[in-house]
């Protein structure tokens, strides 16, 4: 693969076999769907027993609770903290969830409901949730629990939120170069931000920036990358019961262009597969080709203090 078409079949689409498969819940992920309604379940049996660790230890360690009005309680302490002043405050209130979807995509689940709140006195109260929970080696953990005072219609940020798992440092290496990634929320949470260095022999051959968004009118993803040299590529998402189908095109600096067919799906072992098709650099019809992508581990805290 030449670097001269590396930005439409390498760069440009090389962040997109990073997504995940989206699975259905209809005919698939039966015992996923069942393992999360039971970590729900215990959440409403710690919370109604008035036991703020118990509560606090089923989210991830930066894990986080969003109320109605928008105050973010981040982290285990903060949870716990919260939960403990409540409980001396309301005791004896009492929650009820209806659980009115849970989806599985990739690694994550998505739990949406309404949950009902007692108080000691009888007073009533009603919010919509959203939790999304992470499989652990252990069990189902909650990544992060969101409530709202009313019906709202969901930011850009909350349609994104089945790549939320693409946040983190990622590798490729092929033989044409060696290719790292990093993806973090923009300040707003509306947009997936990612950076690439494409590197070969320790020389820098290209940098580039991508930003991923929600199209309203499509109802879909759509990407934007830009590169260091002055082309760009702009790449729609379109997903299937297996697989993400992404249709890629690009301009060039001297003004060539591109398309390409991709599909994604997902490997073993945190790998993920992305085949090329109909490709097409001008007028010249291009070979097919797949790329495996790795998920680098985070660095550990004794390394990262040197």
Known sequence: MSFRILRLFGV???????????????????????EVRIESKKLTDAFNAGKAS????MFLSKGELIDEQGNVYQGQAAIK??????????PETQ?????????????????????????????????????????????????????????VVPTAGDLLAPLEWLVGDWINEGADARVK????????????LGDFLVTK???????????????????????????????????TWTQTDDAWIVRSNAVMPDGLTGA???TIKIGDNGRYVMSGTNRVVGNSVQDDYEITIVKQPPTPASASAK
């Open 12 to 34: 440009a689409t090389l962040s997109l076999c990073l997504a995940w498969s989206v699975h259905r819940v209809e005919g698939q992920d039966e015992q996923a769907v069942a």
């Open 181 to 192: 990634i990093t993806y973090k929320w923009s300040e707003d949470r509306n947009f997936i």
């Open 201 to 235: 022999e320790d020389q820098t051959v290209m940098k580039s920036t991508q930003r991923i968004g929600w199209d309203p009118i499509l109802g879909k993803p759509r990407s934007w990358m830009f590169d260091s040299d002055g082309g760009f590529a702009e790449s």
């Open 54 to 57: 118990d509560v606090a230890a």
């Open 81 to 90: 903290e919260l939960l403990t002043k409540f409980f001396e405050k309301f």
């Open 260 to 262: 390409a067919i991709v």
């Open 95 to 151: 929650v009820s969830s209806e659980i009115e979807s849970v989806r599985i995509v990739g690694p994550v689940a998505v739990e949406e409901g309404i949950r009902t709140t007692t108080s000691k006195g009888g007073d009533v109260a009603q919010v919509r949730y959203i939790t999304v929970f992470a499989k652990s080696e252990q069990s189902w953990r909650i990544v992060s629990v969101r409530d709202y005072a009313e019906e």
